[in-house]
């Protein structure tokens, strides 16, 4: 068998890389589903936290071997665009968990739907990151952009405060109330269900509360696709470094939702910490332009942005000790 197609360029990197990099995901995937979750359960705080440090070791491992066969500097951008995802990927806990709980879904299917959101992560993030890569290419200045939109979506984050989604009051969420046959309760872990219509008395399929959380959870992912996917081509634009450092900081992001959404007020005060980095990482694109440089150093870039991030983490953790230790 000729697998000389294997080596075939493909936006920037070897279709071989591309496709053990799918492989690995899918496998990863139906261990979760088929092994480890192969029946639905809630998950507890402990075994979250297990979980997500599994998820947390693979993506590094893989940052390890990307450093291994790409090189230092690639391997530097990697982990950058990882913390910086994953990072980024912690406000997300938020609102699933304002969703989850409008719908009043069930803990026993969230882990359900929160695979099923992550499979569509997958495809969406493919499409926006293959869209910016072509843009980046064709048109070098959009990166210029994208920078200064981090620098003012950091400033905005720092400066203007921000309100809870009100989700009873969304669009989307009327509009499938308008235009679909939608159930009033659950179903058990369906996401569609046959029932007959209350005016008609014909069986016709409807929508569970359960399918409509899916559908936010997806278009909650694509708003904050917005902030993050010019984040990390600001850092690299490697389209292979972008999507990779995005899929394996996601990924983990299912694992980490059940013991965040618990301690979720222990990182009140990281949100200012991530809005520095958003400007940090918009601004050295600028000062590297300034200097005449080709790239800003990945090594200040990934010490710079790992210094950040981990004192807003640790800032919030005795912030938010002081204020449990005062209201008790």
């Known amino acids: 068998m000729d697998l000389s197609f294997m080596l075939v360029q493909w936006m920037g990197s070897p279709l071989w890389m591309w496709a053990a990099f799918i492989t690995?995901?899918?496998?990863?995937?139906?261990?979760?589903?088929?092994?480890?979750?192969?029946?639905?359960?809630?998950?507890?705080?402990?075994?979250?936290?297990?979980?997500?440090?599994?998820?947390i070791s693979l993506g590094l491992s893989f940052g390890a071997w990307v450093w291994w066969y790409l090189g230092a500097e690639a391997g530097m951008n990697y982990i950058t665009g990882f913390v910086v995802e994953k990072t980024l990927a912690l406000d997300n806990v938020f609102v699933?968990?304002?969703?989850?709980?409008?719908?009043?879904?069930?803990?026993?299917?969230?882990?359900?739907?929160?695979?099923?959101?992550?499979?569509?992560?997958?495809?969406?993030?493919?499409?926006?990151?293959?869209?910016?890569?072509?843009l980046v290419t064709e048109f070098s200045w959009v990166l210029y952009i994208f920078a200064a939109f981090l620098v003012f979506t950091g400033l905005k984050m720092l400066f203007v405060g921000e309100s809870d989604p009100?989700?009873?009051?969304?669009?989307?969420?009327?509009?499938?109330?308008r235009k679909f046959n939608v159930t009033d309760t659950h179903h058990g872990e369906r996401f569609f269900v046959k029932q007959?219509?209350?005016?008609?008395?014909?069986?016709?399929?409807?929508?569970?509360?359960?399918?409509?959380?899916?559908?936010?959870?997806?278009?909650?992912?694509?708003i904050f696709a917005v902030d993050s996917v010019p984040a990390i081509f600001a850092i690299t634009t490697d389209p292979f470094i972008v999507y990779t450092s995005n899929i394996f900081a996601i990924l983990g992001l299912r694992a980490l939702y059940f013991a965040l959404d618990a301690m979720i007020h222990r990182f009140k005060y990281l949100k200012p910490a991530l809005a520095i980095v958003l400007v940090f990482i918009g601004s050295k694109v600028f000062v590297a332009y300034l200097?005449?440089?080709?790239?800003?150093?990945?090594?200040?870039?990934?010490?710079?942005?790992?210094?950040?991030?981990?004192?807003?983490?640790?800032w919030s953790l005795m912030k938010t000790r002081k204020d449990n230790t005062a209201a008790h």
């Open 166 to 177: 009100d989700i009873a009051n969304n669009p989307l969420v009327s509009f499938m109330r």
């Open 196 to 222: 007959p219509h209350p005016k008609t008395g014909k069986m016709v399929l409807f929508i569970t509360p359960l399918f409509m959380a899916l559908v936010l959870i997806e278009i909650a992912d694509v």
């Open 24 to 55: 690995l995901v899918a496998l990863i995937l139906t261990f979760d589903l088929g092994v480890l979750h192969k029946e639905n359960r809630e998950i507890g705080v402990k075994e979250s936290l297990k979980l997500s440090a599994l998820y």
């Open 291 to 314: 200097l005449g440089l080709e790239k800003f150093p990945a090594a200040l870039s990934l010490s710079m942005t790992f210094a950040i991030i981990a004192s807003g983490v640790v």
């Open 96 to 134: 699933i968990a304002l969703i989850f709980s409008f719908f009043a879904v069930p803990r026993i299917y969230q882990h359900r739907v929160l695979f099923w959101g992550i499979l569509g992560v997958i495809v969406l993030r493919a499409i926006m990151i293959g869209l910016g890569a072509t």
